[in-house]
T-cell receptor, first 112, second 111 residues
Framework: NAGVTQTPKFQVLKTGQSMTLQCAQD?????MSWYRQDPGMGLRLIHY???????DQGEVPNGYNVSRSTTEDFPLRLLSAAPSQTSVYFC???????????FGDGTRLSIL | TQLLEQSPQFLSIQEGENLTVYCNSS?????LQWYRQEPGEGPVLLVT?????EVKKLKRLTFQFGDARKDSSLHITAAQPGDTGLYLC???????????FGPGTRLSVLP
């Protein structure tokens, strides 16, 4: 039972590049979400999904896209990376909508 | 302005001491969650409090939800080095739709 798996663990991008952060869970949870964590600001919700085919915006969605084609996977796409997107990104899942229970170990992203 | 405030921001104590950290808001929350996060890892859910005045215990950790459901506290008895980490409170307020986190209290327990 792997829980929530995020890949890659580390990534360095140049401004303007695009990339996809992967997130997979094996607990059959309907609710999945993406957060970014910045010093002194806690975790902020980027996008979330209440089930396959359904996604919605969180507090800080600009510059990010998501899709949910299966229950297991919830990738986060950076369309055109900017230095302000340097952060640690966490994916989470739960069976209770809106209350993340299980987090991945994060992707540390640096935009130069 | 943060919807959830946490205090203190940093706390360094000796092993065996007791401590309390606080989570406060001007908004009413339907429930509050507490997480602990260790360096290089994601947050781990410790507890959910739902009812105003509710007290929950998890070994040496005691969590309390304020009567008005605007605040919560976490008390640790006889702290151990393994308690070191970032403690985060979080929840959905009665008016919002997003799950919000406080900025956290960073606890260091020295042996």
């Amino acid at each position: 039972n792997a829980g929530v798996t995020q890949t890659p663990k580390f990534q360095v991008l140049k401004t303007g590049q695009s990339m996809t952060l992967q997130c997979a869970q094996d607990m059959n949870h309907e609710y999945m979400s993406w957060y970014r964590q910045d010093p002194g600001m806690g975790l902020r919700l980027i996008h979330y999904s209440v089930g396959a085919g359904i996604t919605d915006q969180g507090e800080v969605p600009n510059g990010y896209n998501v899709s949910r084609s299966t229950t297991e996977d919830f990738p986060l796409r950076l369309l055109s990376a900017a230095p302000s997107q340097t952060s640690v990104y966490f994916c989470a899942s739960s069976y209770v909508s809106g209350q993340p229970q299980h987090f991945g170990d994060g992707t540390r992203l640096s935009i130069l | 302005t943060q919807l959830l405030e946490q205090s203190p921001q940093f706390l360094s104590i000796q092993e065996g001491e007791n401590l309390t950290v606080y989570c406060n808001s001007s908004s009413v929350f339907s429930s509050l969650q507490w997480y602990r996060q260790e360096p290089g890892e994601g947050p781990v859910l410790l507890v959910t409090v739902v009812t105003g005045g509710e007290v929950k215990k998890l070994k040496r950790l005691t969590f309390q939800f304020g009567d008005a459901r605007k605040d919560s506290s976490l008390h640790i008895t006889a702290a151990q080095p393994g308690d070191t980490g970032l403690y985060l409170c979080a929840g959905v307020d009665n008016y919002g739709q997003n799950f919000v986190f406080g900025p956290g209290t960073r606890l260091s327990v020295l042996p």
